[in-house]
C-alpha cells in the first residue's frame, strides 16, 4: 500500500539532464541558432526543459519561442517547465514596489497564461512554484492547480525551492502529488542533502531536479578555505577517475545520490553540454563521495 499522495519513482517524467534557459538572453544567438541548440542537445537526449517568467530581459521565454515558431514540432517531442509566483520589483506612479512572492490563485492562473503565449505553446508539462511564499494558502493553489489542469494547461506539478515541511504542507493538500522539488545542491552547498529534504523526496519517490550544480562558477574561482578544498579535492578525483573535467566529477558525485537527481545544465555551449552527459559514465565508489564531502564540511564527516 501507498500512502495518501505518494506514487511511483516518477523517473520517465524529465530527462536526467535538464536544459535551463535562465541565461538565454546572455547567449547572443539568432532564432535559427536558437532552435539550432535546442535541436542539439535533444539528439543528446535532454529533452527537458526549464524555463521561469523572470529569467531573462528579453525574456528567454519569448526568445524560446521564437525558436519554436521556426519548427513547431520540435514541440512534441519536449517536456516544457516553467515556474510562477516571483514578482519583481517595479516603478508604479513613481513609487518603487520590492519584489515579492505571489501564490494567489489569480498569480498563478495570469501567469501560467503569459508563460504560454511567450512560448507560443498550448501547455506546459510542468508548472512549479518558484519560491516558498511565506502567505502561501496551500488550499488555494491547489483550486489554481485543479482548474489549470482542467484546461489541459497544465499536465503536472512541483515546487522549487521549498523546505520539506513546506513541501508536506502542500502536497498534503494538492489533488495530484507533487512531481519534483527544484533545489539548490553542489560540493559548496549540501544542506538539502543533510536537512531531510531529500530524505523525504526519497521517502515518496519524488525525484528532485538540482539546479546551480556548478556554484554559479564558485568552485573554479572561488577563494574561501571551502572552495580551495573542494576544487583541490575535485582535480585528484578527476584523475582517479579518468575524467575529462572536474565539471564531469561533480555531476557523477550528484548522480550518486539516491533520489536520482535530474540535473540542470546553464550552458549555452554544446560541446559543454556533451561534457557533461558524458559524466553519466563515471562512477564514485563511497569513499570518493565521502572524500568530496569532507572537503566541502572541512572536517571529517564519520
Known sequence: MTEKNQQPRNDALFTDF?????RMALWGMTAQERLT???????LGITTVDHAPVYGKPSCELLFGEALKLQPSVRDDLTIISKCGIV????????SQVAYYDSRASHILSSVDESLQRLGVDNLDILLIHRPDLLMDADEINSAFEKLYQAGKVKHFGVSNFSKDEFALLQSRVEKPLVTNQIEINPLQTQAIEDGTLAQLQQHRVRPMVWSCLAGGDIYNGDSEQACRVRDTLNVLKEELNADSIDQVIFAWLMRLPTKPALLLGTGKIE??????????????HEQWYRLLEASKGHGVA
Do not use: C, S
Open 18 to 22: 535538464i536544459q535551463g534557459y535562465w
Open 88 to 95: 519583481p520589483g517595479k516603478e508604479v506612479n513613481g513609487t
Open 37 to 43: 541548440f535546442i535541436k542539439q542537445h535533444m539528439e
Open 272 to 285: 559543454r553540454v556533451r561534457t557533461a552527459v558524458a559524466a553519466q559514465q563515471l562512477d564514485l565508489t
